[in-house]
């Protein structure tokens, strides 16, 4: 999960280490599911699974993104680690939503190791990019020089 933090950062003149931190924990989320799916289907654990595999997590969200909400309303420095768990826990959603329709529906279920640590980059893309669409941008100073778009115009 390094390169997508890299390739966002280098050429994003707004996002800021929330993003990052939000993409890096929706990538953990994302790729532990797949983990739990791989490891499933390897033990013989192939086809259907049940919803709460989709359900259990997805309340995880709800109850997170509740209390995170609240914290923020409160003034605490904890909403924020708590979001982490929100974020974590839907991206593990996602993975075991993938596995849920791949099993009822597709007839298959089995997954290959070549696939556990792909769609946690592409997670961390959706919401590393994603989160800017919420984020203020930094000054301009904390970017100048190190992104693409500003190679060569740092402080001289």
């Given amino acids: 999960l390094l390169a997508p933090a ?22 953990i989320g994302v790729n532990s599911g797949m983990i739990t799916w791989y ?16 359900l259990i997590p997805l309340s995880v969200v709800v109850l997170s993104l509740v209390l995170a909400i609240a914290l923020k309303s409160r003034g605490s420095n904890h909403a924020f ?8 826990a839907l991206g593990y959603t996602v993975s075991t939503g ?13 997954l290959s190791f070549q ?9 961390f893309f959706v ?9 203020k941008a930094p000054d301009k100073e904390k970017h100048e020089g190190l992104t693409l778009w500003s190679i060569g115009k740092g402080k001289e």
């Fill in 6 to 27: 890299f390739f966002i950062t280098v050429t994003s003149r707004k996002i800021t280490s929330f993003g990052i931190w939000l993409g890096l924990f929706a990538g």
């Fill in 115 to 123: 696939w556990v640590t792909f769609p946690g980059a592409g997670a």
């Fill in 98 to 110: 993938l596995w849920y329709y791949y099993g009822r529906f597709t007839g298959g279920g089995e």
């Fill in 127 to 135: 919401v590393g990019y994603g989160s800017m669409l919420f984020i």
């Fill in 81 to 88: 680690r708590v979001l982490v768990v929100a974020v974590c």
């Fill in 39 to 54: 490891f499933k289907s390897q033990s013989g654990w192939v086809g259907a699974i049940s919803h709460n595999w989709i």
